[in-house]
Structures are given as structure tokens and as C-alpha cells.
């Protein structure tokens, strides 16, 4: 069997590296950019859609939310008919960086597929969303407390 999982686990340390490091002048660290892109591209996103955006648990978005928060990247809403809830939007601030960390998901985007055809782009990009899907389907199950058999 091929070490698939390694290669993306490499790939995907190296360009969270790389996030941090250019936008730590942002003030932005540990993936909280992750959560900031999301939050622009779904204003008014609630936590738990958004923790299963990202793929992690309730209080590790928490915490990341928080931070933001606070950072005056984004800014919770309560809901009228609900307050518990809370919608998830980016301030000025935040929005104003949402262009930055853009261009350089485009930019690592580009360095990632360089040499590729646009025929073997397509095919990475299917293959990957099907490798997602099989993921999603355990991380569903684990999340819900359930054990997997090996």
C-alpha cells in the first residue's frame, strides 16, 4: 500500500508552516487563518458548521474563534429567535486581510501544481475529493464516540 497519507500529511505541514510564518504579521497563527477564509466566504456561518467546515472539534474552533475574536478579525452575532447561537462574521479588519491570505493559497496553489497538465490537475483534484469523502465518512463516525475496528 502506498504512504498517500504521509505525502498529504507532509504537504499539508509544510504549507501550514508557511501560512504561519507569512502571516504572523498579520497577527494571525496557528491555522486561525483557515477559520478567517471560511468565515469571509460564509458571513454569518455558526461554529459547529464551521468546525465541520475545517474538520476539527467544537473546542478547538472555540478557541481559534476566540482569538480571532478578540484580534478584531471577527465578530459574533446572536440570533433573535436564539441565543445561543451565534453568527460568525468578519469585521473590517478582517476583511481587509481576506485578499492577502487569498493570493497566497492562490499563489501556493500554483507552486503545488507546477508541471501538471490541466488534465492531471483535474484528475488530482477528483481523486482527492474522493479520498475526503472516505475520510469524512470516519471522521463522522469517531466523532460520534464510536470505535473503529482495525
Same mark, same amino acid.
Given at each position: 500500500?502506498?504512504?498517500?497519507?504521509?505525502?498529504?500529511?507532509?504537504?499539508?505541514?509544510?504549507?501550514?508552516?508557511?501560512?504561519?510564518?507569512?502571516? #504572523?504579521?498579520?497577527?494571525?497563527? $496557528? !491555522? /486561525?487563518?483557515? @477559520?478567517?477564509?471560511?468565515?469571509? +466566504? &460564509?458571513?454569518?456561518?455558526?461554529?459547529?458548521?464551521?468546525?465541520?467546515?475545517?474538520?476539527?472539534?467544537?473546542?478547538?474552533?472555540?478557541?481559534?474563534?476566540?482569538?480571532?475574536?478578540?484580534?478584531?478579525?471577527?465578530?459574533?452575532?446572536?440570533?433573535?429567535?436564539?441565543?445561543?447561537?451565534? #453568527?460568525?462574521?468578519?469585521?473590517? $479588519? !478582517? /476583511?481587509?486581510? @481576506?485578499?492577502?491570505?487569498?493570493? +497566497? &493559497?492562490?499563489?501556493?496553489?500554483?507552486?503545488?501544481?507546477?508541471?501538471?497538465?490541466?488534465?492531471?490537475?483535474?484528475?488530482?483534484?477528483?481523486?482527492?475529493?474522493?479520498?475526503?469523502?472516505?475520510?469524512?465518512?470516519?471522521?463522522?463516525?469517531?466523532?460520534?464516540?464510536?470505535?473503529?475496528?482495525?
Amino acid at each position: 500500500m502506498k504512504e498517500i497519507l504521509r505525502e498529504i500529511g507532509m504537504i499539508a505541514r509544510a504549507l501550514d508552516s508557511i501560512s504561519n510564518i507569512e502571516f #504572523k504579521e498579520y497577527d494571525l497563527t $496557528k !491555522g /486561525q487563518y483557515l @477559520y478567517l477564509v471560511r468565515i469571509c +466566504e &460564509n458571513p454569518g456561518i455558526i461554529q459547529e458548521k464551521l468546525s465541520e467546515m475545517i474538520k476539527v472539534d467544537r473546542s478547538t474552533a472555540a478557541r481559534a474563534i476566540k482569538k480571532l475574536e478578540m484580534n478584531g478579525f471577527i465578530e459574533k452575532k446572536e440570533v433573535l429567535y436564539n441565543k445561543k447561537i451565534r #453568527k460568525l462574521s468578519p469585521t473590517q $479588519k !478582517g /476583511q481587509n486581510v @481576506y485578499p492577502f491570505i487569498k493570493r +497566497e &493559497n492562490d499563489w501556493s496553489n500554483t507552486v503545488a501544481l507546477e508541471g501538471f497538465s490541466e488534465r492531471d490537475q483535474d484528475s488530482i483534484s477528483i481523486l482527492l475529493e474522493r479520498v475526503r469523502k472516505n475520510i469524512e465518512k470516519e471522521w463522522e463516525f469517531v466523532k460520534k464516540g464510536n470505535k473503529r475496528t482495525y
